[in-house]
Every structure is written in C-alpha cells, then in structure tokens.
DNA sequence: GTATTGTCACCAGCTCGCTT
DNA sequence: AAGCGAGCTGGTGACAATAC
C-alpha cells in the first residue's frame, strides 16, 4: 500500500507541514516527531471541524492533503472556527496567559493568509473593540438606551423583554389560529392545551432569558458578555459565514440585532399548527394531546434556531416534520 | 408604578399569475 | 421570456389598554 500526503499542524501554531504517511500509526509517529508533540496521549483531528482521527477505516477515507491538528494530551480543538476564537478572546480578559495566545494565533492567521474569512475574522476583532459592552445600567450607557420606554433601567432587561415579546408573538398567532378552526371538538381540544401552554410559558418567564446575558448560561443563547452567534440556516449544522453580534455593544448593534430571527426548523404556520389540528381531529379515545411535544415545537431552542437575516431562509422548511409518535399520551 | 397583553404597522423573501 | 405586483409566508418593535 502506498502512502497519502496530509498536512499537519500543531494546535497552538498555525504553521503546517507536509508530511506522508502509510497508515495510522505512521502518521502519529512522523506527526509527532516534525511538530515536537509527545506520542504519549497525543490525538489527531480534522482542522475543519475537529473530529477525532482514531481508526484505521477514518485514516483510510481520508482525502489526500487532509489538514490536520496534532493535539498534546490535554489539549482540544473544535473546529477551524474564527468565531469561537474570537469568542474565547473576548471572553478571557481575566486571563492574560491564555488572552495573549490566541491573539497571537488569531493574528498569526490573518497575517499568514488572506482569505475572506480571515478578513471577517479580522473585521470582528476589530469592531469588537471600542465599544460599551460591559456597561449594564441607563446611567453606564444612556446612548445605548435612546428611543426606548422609561421604565427599563438594564440593558439585560431591555434584551429579556425582547426575547418575550418573540415568543409572545407565536404564542398569540397559535391563540389567533385555534380561534378560527371551523371543526368544534379540535377547537376544544386545542382551547385546552393554549391553556396547558399559558402557565408553562409564564413559568418559563417567556423564554425572556434567551437574550438576557444575566441569566443562566444553560438558558441564554449569548455568552455572559451578551454574545450571539448564528445557528445558520434551519438545514445546516452551523453558519458557514460565522455571523456575530453583540447587541449590547451599542445602540446601532441593538438595532441590527432586531433583523435577527428566531427560525422555527420545523415551521410554526405551515407545518406545526396545521399538525396541531390533525392530531385534534384524529384523537383517539383514552388519550389526551401531548401539549409538551408541541410546547417545545413552538417556544423552545429544541426547534428556534436564532440566525442572522441572510441565514433566515423563507422558502418552504421541506423534510422537517412533525413526529406523529408524539402527538399523544394516555390519559 | 410596573408587568402583561393584544393590536397594529411594518419589513423581507417566495410563489404565482398577469401583463408586456 | 422577463418584469411586475398581489398575497402569502417568515418575522420584528412600538404602543396603548389592562391587570397586578
């Protein structure tokens, strides 16, 4: 069997190197030795995404000139991602050590190459810096607060009723579409579980907390500096653009910050409320609608992907269901 | 007084059918 | 065939009325 050529790179150096290697353990073995890893509890990834490199049959299907990352013992990577990087770095003011290298790294990468990206990436970093972002009160950062109602004195509190006002919204469009059901028993049947759905969402506080950088990090959908990225459109994994906002930076980043959408994957109108009304009608005897299944269809991050406007695709969300497995529980 | 709630006007993108 | 616009979909924020 012949050898395949890769390129290989260390995590913290963006240098690569060319290296051949016949199978697995070749590949470890002349890794390790050009780029000065030990072998002991040494792992190797894709660049792209970070999956691990750890059989013979992954070595194998690997295309030739693969990049790939030789990670130390200890050490993670995931994924090639400029976003995350920058996220890192804005997120670790408190620690110089680790602050220095990965602006080094990241500077090392724009320097090196200048592809689109690393232009973004540099553009990002950039615009990250003079700004307001820890300011949190009206007095920090009155600007921040122009053209909005008296009564909010926090920015989180301003972000918090946002994200309410979101989840609001469909929860009046599915009130206004139970409303205008000709057939009575699925109206009955749904009146109910609006009313299963009422106090679940107020004690859910409205989902307030997907914006509100104060919250809890399992419930926030930025980081604790009020950081959002995109989840990319409703059929990828993740934005291929790495789109980043940080609306509690400034008044105009507040304002973009508005033209970014919760996306429903599996669609509210077209797919989820007519599907609400099939499993009505066709209730069977003994059971009752699983409102909790269609609950986190409409309000939760288990279906709302937030996504920046040009990931918001509007054009039919085709193959994303409704699972008719959970439409029902007994009684 | 603030919090909750519904209403309203608004924007962008897709599809379809009509006109040119 | 291309262009236009209505009417649908996906969303948004402002604001006034009501509840607490």
Redesign the pocket.
Known sequence: MGSKPFKIRAANDTQKYGVAAQDLNDLIAKGCKVLKVPIKGCKICLQQDGTLINSREFFQALPPLSVLVFLRKGEKWTGDDFGKMILSLLEAPEDPVRKQQLTESLEGMIAKESSPERVHALNLYLQSLPDNIDAETREEDPDWFE?????YKTKS?VMA??A???I??????T??YVSNLEDPVAKIILKRVLENF?PC??NN??HGDYFRRTAKPKKRLCTQAGWFVCHGPYNTKTCQDKHMINPYSSRQKRAV????????RV?????ILPSMQQAAVSCPKGKQLNWEYFYELLFTTDN?KLVE??C?????HKGYECDEKKYYTSK
């Open positions: 053209g909005l109602e008296k009564r509190q009723c946002s309410q006002g979101r609001r919204g469909y929860y009046s469009k009130k206004e009422r969402l107020k506080g409205y910050f508005s033209t970014w959408n919760l996306d429903h669609e509210k109108s077209r797919t709302l406007i040009s918001h695709k509007k054009e039919a």
